[in-house]
């Protein structure tokens, strides 16, 4: 399988700065709707690196895969919030589990 430029690029910023590190991305490594979302990486006291990902920007690029294979009476962001919530928001894999980031609304 090939990866995309954006996951290539996001595989080589993670390897040139944390090389000691494993950090977990969501997804696969084909053209994954979370590596639009991708925003850069993130600590906590005495926990290595975790990815860190726009909760908003996940839920848009999901959206645009519903919408491209649309079903009778669906509505593709509501599709994506739902589909968002339960299989990464809910998802626990460890202490590199990533950070989902929902940015305060500055005005």
């Known amino acids: 399988m090939s990866k995309t430029r954006l996951r ?3 595989d080589e910023f993670c390897e040139e700065n944390w090389p000691d590190s494993e950090i977990l991305l ?22 290595g690196p975790v990815a860190v990902y726009d909760r908003e920007k996940c839920i848009e690029a999901l ?3 519903f919408a491209s294979n649309p079903t009778e009476d669906s509505d593709p962001y509501e599709d994506a919030v739902e589909w968002f919530s339960f299989n990464t928001e809910g998802a626990w894999v ?8 929902t940015s305060f609304p500055l005005s």
């Open 26 to 47: 969501f997804g696969g490594t084909d053209g994954d709707p979370h590596d639009e979302a991708f925003i850069g990486i993130g600590f906590q006291q005495h926990k």
């Open 94 to 101: 460890g202490d590199e589990t990533p950070i989902i980031l």
């Open 8 to 10: 290539q690029q996001i």
């Open 63 to 65: 959206a645009d895969g």
